[in-house]
């Protein structure tokens, strides 16, 4: 008996042994999950708040216009400034099925990495659960190319991938995805492990997003005559046309610009891809920059495109319609740009995320300055605006929103509850005259801005109707206003004045 029991005993310990070993000898890094770094910073880490963001997004995404793409080159950066750029191109897969979704991400994090790092891990997490690793594919890419690792670190707090994870998620909720750091521009790397993914790719239900970029930092007009460049010559699938543009952009010595596309190995990668699955073009689905948001900077911007490379050869991009007169302001202007502001502040509260100003008619494209009331039960709530445009009137109403929802310091920010009682009022400017007397200035039909020394204000031209003021106690309550005592604008002040087209949403109740 004693035997028997000492027998078992010895198998035991045998396969306790054998199984040690064998884990031993697996990648200690195969059985993790890769935690969301960038969650809430980059994108809300809120699951109701993400999953909200992007139905807003898709929501107005450009419609589809290419077949079943079988690359995407898409932005990264965070949701309020390209997500809906984002959005646009992965629209383009609607109504199609995608068993893996290979992510080409680029090294913003790991200097020195100049391999293909794929993530050796079991999954990425957001905060709407785990994206699976399709481990079938990772091992043959590792087959397929010797320029491809295992590489955790790289991973480690490198946004470009992750930032794509959600919108699959929400998309492609069954697929899974192989998450790839290109860590080099190269071009004969790039080409080399694009034709390894492609034949790995051809024939299964696979589609490759090439996460990028365009221009980094310089002034908005800049950054559109680069981005342009970069975008047309993407859907040729020619890398050294891409290459080109991006060698002639950097050499143009434009102040501020960083790179042309911080994306370029992935988007290189991303070609020779789809050139071995089939693809015979692409086609630019959409574009804008930081500054088209209405929180972006106009003097500091970075551009997003998105481009879908397909099997079938698309059709060219066709030039926008001549812009025409603009003329006036019509309801239906009107009636959208009070929309544009409405829908700006009751997305931001409810997804961290705001809208781009698309589809405006020219008159609302004009360079116009405009003032965001808000008012709720008649009692002011908030109001700022530009006196001089430094974008178009539809791009500045939705920045102005924002500004008079939550920047107004007079008032706290506006909340989601109180949103169904505040009613929106724009006021649409003339530009500005300069006028010698204070007896010049017509109550009423003029807007004022008063300036003495250093110290100016302004009034909208409905303020003093509204307060039932006369001129003089306009101009005293103005004086008030830029702190100076009343009665200072007398004697060495100066006025200019404008007039405003002033319209609320109750007009089109």
Known sequence: MKKRYLYIFLVFALVLV??????????????????????????????????????????????????????????HA????????????????????????????????????????????????????????DNRIVEDLLAASPDCVRNASVHQQEHSVEVQVPFIQVLFPEAKIVPVIVGSQEADLCQRFGQALGGVLKDKQALIVASSDLSHYPAYAEARSVDVAILEAIPTLDAARVRQAVREAMGRGIPNLHTAACGEGPILAAMSAARVMGAKGGKVISYANSGDVAIGDLSR????????????????NAPPPPAGPAGELSPADKKALLGLARKTISRYLATETVPLARGFSPAAQEYRGVFVTLKKRGQLRGCIGRLIPEAPLC?????????????????????????????????????????????????????????????????????APEQGWTREEMLDQLCLKAGLPAGSWRTGAEFQTFQAVVFHESDFH
């Open 395 to 463: 791009h500045l109403v939705g920045a102005m929103a924002i500004q008079s929802a939550f920047n107004d310091h007079r008032f706290r920010p506006v909340t989601a509850t109180e949103l169904k009682d505040i009613e929106i009022e724009l006021s649409v400017l003339t530009p500005m005259k300069k006028v010698s007397r204070a007896e010049d200035i017509v109550v009423g039909r003029d807007g004022v801005l008063l300036q003495k020394g250093r110290a100016g204000a302004v009034f909208l031209p409905q303020v």
């Open 301 to 316: 911007v970075v551009g997003y495109g998105a481009v879908a490379l397909t099997a079938d050869a698309p059709a060219a």
């Open 78 to 133: 965070g949701y309020i400034y390209s997500g809906q750029i984002a959005a646009d191109g992965y629209n383009q897969t609607r109504g199609h099925r995608y068993d893996t979704v290979v992510i080409l991400g680029t090294n913003h994090t790991t200097p020195g990495f100049h391999r293909v790092g794929i993530y050796p891990g079991d999954g990425f997490a957001t905060p709407l659960g785990v994206a699976r690793v």
């Open 18 to 75: 054998f199984a040690v070993v064998i884990q031993a000898r697996k990648e200690p890094e195969m059985d993790t999950v890769r935690p969301a770094v960038v969650a809430g910073k980059f994108y809300s880490d809120a699951p109701g708040m993400i999953k909200a963001a992007i139905a807003g997004f898709l929501e107005d995404a450009e419609p589809v216009t290419v077949s079943r793409p079988l690359a995407l080159i898409l932005p």
